[in-house]
């Protein structure tokens, strides 16, 4: 008999293949909702949503965003339920992937990891070749494509910091880290991914319990990369386009509504409060999803608007929205009432990094492996705890 564990590897994987393959043709993406629909409806059948933590925290906010945002300020026009369902969607996912992989037996987590691993490493390797390839052309073009299309180097970085993951919680030598993590690092400065830097520190500072001599790679690695975000720009045109982009992100000048306004995130961050304000401008409203337009985006000074998720969930649900929208995924993500261990802070200033930085909730490529790599540090952390009890 086919178990429900089984069927939802195949599914996984079939979702990574129409990533992978998908190339410039969005609309393959929709594996990915038909992935989700399915499970939606298994996990009800199973009785799965009443054991989730924080459910009734979760469903309170939801309904609260969907009433003020969708059904109010929203009209309930169909954009603004497409919107909705697009942004949180991935809720759907996460407690998916967490009963039927990670609260489960070790079998059934190397089925799923034996298959993901070998088929990633493969993609790695490729996309290494097409990534230098894009960038001998100068094409920087961001773009939300499969692995082989136009502007798809920007999706390595959250690819990468899952090998990362992967690599530490399976306890690589230290010389084979060393060496994935300058590849890593290679590649997303090729990317010009500057969050992958970021998330990757706070992804080796979480290991260095397990890497006594990580702490001094951890020391180096830090140094140097103050010492880039702080001096790129006296490094040569080259590095140009890095420093603007850091000092983009945390400092923020005055802007003034034109057609050339900077889209700088911290500015853009400024400009999506001033449309958003308190409340937002309704779900859907500056969004571009499954081949519809909100009615503001003919409007806005800059399209990019949506350039994080912060920016995205600020211009359509207001600040109070955004704070609902990022307290949802986080009571999802984290055990609040551990929130003191080093587990538990780290997943979710990883999660904050991501909101931040990119916008993790509108391109399905970023949440996925997101997700997967919280996946592998949930299942290292649960094999470590039950290691120490049979110790005992």
Same mark, same amino acid.
């Given at each position: =008999?086919?178990?429900?564990? !089984?069927? #939802?590897?195949?599914?996984? =994987?079939?979702?990574?293949?129409?990533?992978?393959?998908?190339?410039?043709?969005?609309?393959?993406?929709?594996? #990915?909702?038909?992935?989700?629909?399915?499970?939606? @409806?298994?996990?009800?059948? *199973? +009785? @799965?949503?009443?054991?989730? /933590?924080?459910? /009734?925290?979760?469903?309170?906010?939801?309904?609260?965003?969907?009433?003020?945002?969708?059904?109010?300020?929203?009209?309930?026009? &169909?954009?603004?339920?497409?919107?909705?369902? !697009?942004?949180?969607?991935?809720?759907?996912f996460i407690i998916s992937l967490d009963y039927y992989v990670v609260v489960r037996e070790t079998k059934v987590q190397k089925k799923l990891i034996d298959i993901l691993v070998p088929v990633s490493a493969v993609l790695f390797v490729l996309q290494f070749v097409f990534v230098y390839v894009q960038h001998l052309q100068g094409r920087h073009v961001d773009d939300v494509a499969g692995t082989f299309g136009d502007g798809s180097s920007h999706s390595i970085a959250y690819f990468s910091l899952f090998l990362m993951v992967y690599a530490m919680a399976s306890r690589w030598a230290i010389w084979k880290i060393v060496l994935l993590a300058i590849v890593c690092s290679i590649m997303n400065?090729?990317?010009?991914?500057?969050?992958?830097?970021?998330?990757?520190?706070?992804?080796?500072?979480? #290991?260095?319990?397990?890497?006594?001599?990580?702490?001094? &790679? =951890?020391?180096?690695?830090?140094?140097?990369?103050? %010492?880039?975000?702080? %001096?790129? $720009? *006296?490094?040569?045109?080259?590095?140009?386009?890095?420093?603007?982009?850091?000092?983009?992100?945390?400092?923020? *000048?005055?802007? @003034?509504?034109?057609?050339?306004?900077?889209?700088?995130?911290?500015?853009?961050?400024?400009?999506?409060?001033?449309?958003? +304000?308190?409340?937002?401008?309704?779900? $859907?409203?500056?969004?571009?999803?499954?081949?519809?337009?909100?009615?503001?985006?003919?409007?806005?000074?800059?399209?990019?608007?949506?350039?994080?998720?912060?920016?995205?969930?600020?211009?359509?649900?207001?600040?109070?929205?955004?704070?609902?929208?990022?307290?949802? #995924?986080?009571? &999802?993500?984290? !055990?609040?009432?551990?929130?003191?261990?080093?587990?538990?802070?780290?997943?979710?200033?990883?999660?904050?990094?991501?909101?931040?930085?990119?916008?993790?909730? =509108?391109?399905?490529?970023?949440?996925?492996?997101? @997700?997967?790599?919280?996946?592998?540090?949930?299942?290292?952390?649960?094999?470590?705890?039950?290691? /120490?009890? /049979?110790?005992?």
């Amino acid at each position: =008999m086919i178990k429900a564990t !089984d069927i #939802y590897r195949v599914g996984l =994987m079939m979702v990574l293949l129409a990533f992978v393959l998908s190339y410039n043709f969005h609309q393959l993406w929709l594996v #990915y909702d038909l992935f989700i629909v399915i499970f939606l @409806v298994k996990m009800f059948l *199973d +009785g @799965v949503y009443a054991k989730v /933590k924080n459910i /009734k925290w979760i469903v309170s906010f939801l309904i609260f965003m969907l009433v003020v945002s969708v059904v109010g300020i929203g009209q309930s026009k &169909i954009i603004g339920w497409l919107s909705f369902w !697009d942004t949180f969607k991935h809720l759907l996912f996460i407690i998916s992937l967490d009963y039927y992989v990670v609260v489960r037996e070790t079998k059934v987590q190397k089925k799923l990891i034996d298959i993901l691993v070998p088929v990633s490493a493969v993609l790695f390797v490729l996309q290494f070749v097409f990534v230098y390839v894009q960038h001998l052309q100068g094409r920087h073009v961001d773009d939300v494509a499969g692995t082989f299309g136009d502007g798809s180097s920007h999706s390595i970085a959250y690819f990468s910091l899952f090998l990362m993951v992967y690599a530490m919680a399976s306890r690589w030598a230290i010389w084979k880290i060393v060496l994935l993590a300058i590849v890593c690092s290679i590649m997303n400065y090729w990317s010009e991914n500057i969050g992958f830097f970021l998330i990757l520190l706070l992804i080796i500072y979480y #290991y260095t319990s397990v890497y006594r001599q990580v702490r001094l &790679i =951890m020391i180096a690695a830090s140094t140097l990369t103050v %010492f880039f975000f702080l %001096f790129s $720009g *006296d490094l040569g045109d080259e590095f140009d386009e890095y420093q603007r982009r850091i000092q983009g992100f945390f400092s923020y *000048d005055t802007f @003034v509504l034109s057609d050339d306004l900077s889209s700088d995130r911290s500015t853009l961050t400024a400009y999506a409060f001033y449309e958003g +304000g308190i409340w937002g401008k309704g779900a $859907g409203y500056f969004s571009e999803i499954y081949s519809k337009s909100g009615y503001g985006v003919s409007k806005l000074y800059n399209n990019q608007i949506n350039i994080s998720e912060v920016s995205h969930l600020i211009a359509e649900y207001g600040v109070v929205g955004a704070i609902l929208g990022f307290a949802v #995924y986080i009571l &999802i993500f984290v !055990d609040i009432r551990k929130i003191l261990r080093r587990t538990e802070w780290v997943i979710a200033a990883f999660v904050l990094l991501t909101f931040l930085y990119n916008r993790i909730l =509108m391109d399905e490529r970023i949440i996925f492996f997101t @997700v997967l790599s919280v996946m592998l540090i949930r299942i290292d952390q649960r094999n470590f705890f039950e290691s /120490k009890l /049979k110790v005992r």
